[in-house]
């Protein structure tokens, strides 16, 4: 195995190992590799390593080596799986740093938070470990003795298909319930955030997962697309953008394969009067800047009462532009870099947009050169508040999926409502509020499938996840989960005779 150097705030360096596909138990160095694409580190924008895009070949070998592995582990009791789970869980508890700072060479969040993703994912994979044991059916009494059972069957092999702002803990909240309801998995990681998807794959096989349970094909859309399309898949989770998850579904229904969607946002978030505002302020500043910006439930229109807007907006503009943007890896800072120089083109370019359309940029919106010659070819941004915004702005209407905050004021409840749901999507929403009998009215009457009250962005793995509208089909986390990863089977017994028409 390679290795390669990448920069590490503790000792210097820290050695990633190469390639970064993995079937049957280990990294697999693809032969005769006809195409490779640059993996960048966002916080310098230096090449950390070529990636090996996997063709029909390699998802052929992965997809078996799954479809093996299945075949022993769907056999073993929850209380077996559910051992190796929470073995896996432990080496993660134990890896979480050198993990973290993996996770940050090659996504560009700030080690605080990179952390907290580590954890997130380890907590999830432990309480899928005890859910593996709960796995049952139910026994209902017929007529005459009668009687019938039902059996929850996991599926088989399950594909993820996993996104670039989360690239470790979602490989972890897609693995997890669907490795306790018995099923494998081939995971394929976004190319831009390859790294730390394979690191989980040597966790679960150094706990004593079978060879071949949890496998890593690397690629873009073509490779995919392969895995969307395999015969032998019976399910496919996406998390990703509107677009590309209408593509999944359609080539998903080809073969009538299950899908879990978790797709984008342009979550609403509602601050009334009687807030408390150092609350609502910390609530918005959690909904926007949070890993950059790039979290698909964040709540980028910010609606506030208008009574409280001056100072609202005083406030957070202060605490805006005292964020720290640099090194990921120190411990100081609290904004990093942007996951690639074409999305910071794209967020920049909406900010300008946003200006040209009447918004007033009351702070940030604007490259940062950090004073460090090591970051200067970084793709770093300051945070940005955007005023006097309408809902009718692109940037009002659009998914930024930056560090960019649209405020925008309203008067009623009910304005502020028909306002929040005029969308297409429907991941995420907020609301605070110091009237508790608000707080729930409000929530009832907001479309969306994750909605906070006096708080945003939190993530608790025993509560489902997931959106309405165009935001997605399914759930992650929580028991819900387990419907999307099993198939439920009906046995009737007969305890007398046939009773034939014929």
């Given amino acids: 195995m390679r ?20 079937w049957c138990g280990d990294r697999v160095k693809i032969k005769d590799v ?11 924008g230096r090449v950390l390593c070529e990636l090996e895009l996997c063709g029909s070949v390699e998802v052929n070998q992965a997809v078996q080596a799954a479809q093996s592995a299945y075949q022993a582990w769907s056999r073993m009791s929850g209380m077996e799986r559910a051992h190796i789970m929470i073995e896996a869980a432990r ?37 899928y470990a005890g859910v593996a044991s709960t796995l049952a059916g139910q026994h209902i009494q017929l007529p005459g003795g009668s009687f019938a059972y039902t059996r929850r069957e996991p599926l088989g092999v399950c594909v993820g298909i996993g996104a670039w702002n989360y690239p470790f803990q979602i490989a972890a909240w897609k693995s997890a319930p669907a490795l306790a309801c018995g ?17 989980l794959a040597e966790i679960y096989a150094k706990a004593g997962a079978p060879e071949g349970l949890f496998n890593i094909v690397q690629g873009g859309q073509e490779t995919g697309n392969l895995l969307c399309h395999h015969p032998d898949v019976a399910k496919v989770s996406f998390t990703g953008s509107v677009p590309t998850g209408k593509k999944i579904m359609e080539m998903c229904s080809k073969g009538v394969k299950q899908v879990t969607l978790e797709l984008g946002g342009k979550s609403p978030l509602l601050i009334f009067e009687d807030s408390d505002l150092g609350n609502a302020v910390k609530g918005a ?17 910010v609606f506030v009462q208008r009574q409280m807007l001056p100072e609202f907006l005083e406030e957070v503009v202060r605490r805006t532009k005292d964020i720290e943007i640099g090194d990921p890896l120190l411990e100081r800072t609290r904004m990093g870099a942007l996951v690639s120089r074409p999305h910071l083109d794209r967020v920049l370019g909406y900010v300008e947009q946003a200006r040209k359309e009447g918004a007033k940029v009351l702070c940030g919106g604007e490259p940062f050169v950090p004073l460090d010659p090591k970051l200067r070819g970084g793709y770093y941004m300051t945070p940005c508040v955007l005023g006097d915004c309408t809902d009718d702005m692109t940037c009002v209407k659009e998914e930024i999926f930056g560090p960019v905050m649209s405020v925008l004021s309203f008067e009623t409840e009910e304005e502020a409502l028909l306002r929040a ?24 009457h907001l479309k969306a499938g994750s909605c906070f009250i006096n708080n945003y962005n939190i993530t608790p793995v025993e509560v489902p996840f997931g959106g309405f509208k165009m935001s997605g089909i399914g759930r992650e986390n929580g028991q819900v989960t387990v419907e999307h990863y099993t198939q439920m089977k009906s046995v009737f017994v007969e305890m007398g005779d046939v009773d034939s028409l014929f």
């Fill in 285 to 301: 500043l959690m909904a926007n800047f949070l890993s950059q910006g790039q979290v698909c439930s964040n709540g980028t229109r």
């Fill in 91 to 127: 080496i993660i508890e134990n890896r979480r740093e050198d993990i973290a700072e993996i996770e940050v060479v090659n996504n560009g969040k700030s080690i605080t938070e990179a952390r907290m993703d580590v954890d997130s994912a380890r907590l999830c994979i432990e309480y």
């Fill in 421 to 444: 749901n005029n969308s297409a999507l429907g991941l995420a929403a907020g609301v605070f509020t110091s009237d508790v009998k608000r707080a729930h009215r409000v929530v009832e």
């Fill in 34 to 44: 006809s195409t490779t694409e640059p993996v960048y580190e966002p916080a310098t």
């Fill in 3 to 22: 290795l390669a150097a990448l920069r590490c705030a503790s000792s210097g360096t820290v050695d990633v190992k190469v390639p970064l596909n993995f």
């Fill in 183 to 199: 099923n494998s998995m081939v995971f394929k990681p976004s190319p831009v955030t390859p790294v730390t998807a394979v690191m």
